[in-house]
Nanobody, 121 residues
Framework: QVQLVESGGGLVQAGGSLRLSCAASGRSFRWYDMGWFRQAPGKEREFVAT????????DYTDSVKGRFTISRDNAKSTVYLQMNSLKPEDTAVYYC??????????????WGQGTQVTVSS
């Protein structure tokens, strides 16, 4: 089992930045590829970013490329999502996930509780 706890969400103006963190505990964090997803009100949960075991391989959904950066610190069992140039359409609950490198929900076995990100215009 892996327990995931997100933090760092909040309210920010358009154009601003936030850094989300996801702390893992339980089974070895370095065994899992990690991902970030988000869910806006009334919408399906969607893929945002994924990162491989070593942190070298990453992938992003097109709408966040060039603005968001996923990274991980295996020594701290933590994955990050740096979000810059935020837009109102980035408003959502952001979820951390652990599993296999990929862009679909079924690639991931473990999920955090989510952290709210609200971007005002």
């Amino acid at each position: 089992q892996v327990q995931l706890v997100e933090s760092g969400g909040g309210l920010v103006q358009a154009g601003g930045s936030l850094r989300l963190s996801c702390a893992a505990s339980g089974r070895s964090f370095r065994w899992y590829d990690m991902g970030w997803f988000r869910q806006a009100p009334g919408k399906e949960r969607e893929f945002v970013a994924t990162i491989g075991l070593s942190g070298v391989r990453t992938d992003y959904t097109d709408s966040v490329k060039g603005r968001f950066t996923i990274s991980r610190d295996n020594a701290k069992s933590t994955v990050y999502l740096q979000m810059n140039s935020l837009k109102p359409e980035d408003t959502a609950v952001y979820y951390c996930a652990g599993g296999s490198y990929g862009s679909t929900r079924r690639d991931y076995h473990y999920w955090g509780q989510g952290t709210q990100v609200t971007v005002s215009s």
